[in-house]
């Protein structure tokens, strides 16, 4: 079984920033690929960015250049830098993850973000 536990949302103005950070725990596996997703009231939940392996990540166009993420594999971690943030950045942000061979995601909590003035 994997836990997720996200940490680092809140309020901030438009153009400010925030880094959110997702720890994995739980029984001894390999990572296949972890990132996140964020869902606005009343929207889909949508992909943000991920990383495959330890290398291969992948932006929504809607954050490219605004929005880094990077893992530690020593913590079993994953971390998103957003910059310039927008107040459509809203939303509530879920870390994800998949084990090497599995079919299952795993899924945070999710942490709130708003962005207003």
């Known amino acids: 079984q994997v836990q997720l536990v996200e940490s680092g949302g809140g309020l901030v103005q438009p153009g400010g920033s925030l880094t959110l950070s997702c720890a994995a725990s739980?029984?001894?596996?390999?990572?296949?690929?972890m990132g996140w997703y964020r869902q606005a009231p009343g929207k889909e939940r949508e992909l943000v960015a991920q990383?495959?392996?330890?290398?291969?990540?992948n932006y929504a166009d809607s954050v490219k250049g605004r929005f880094t993420i990077s893992r530690d594999n020593a913590k079993n971690a994953v971390y998103l830098q957003m910059n310039s943030l927008k107040i459509e950045d809203t939303a509530v942000y879920y870390c994800?993850?998949?084990?090497?061979?599995?079919?299952?995601?795993?899924w945070g909590q999710g942490t709130q973000v708003t962005v207003s003035p």
């Open positions: 739980g029984s001894a596996w390999t990572i296949y690929r």
């Open positions: 990383i495959i392996g330890t290398t291969f990540t």
């Open positions: 994800n993850l998949r084990q090497q061979g599995g079919t299952v995601d795993y």
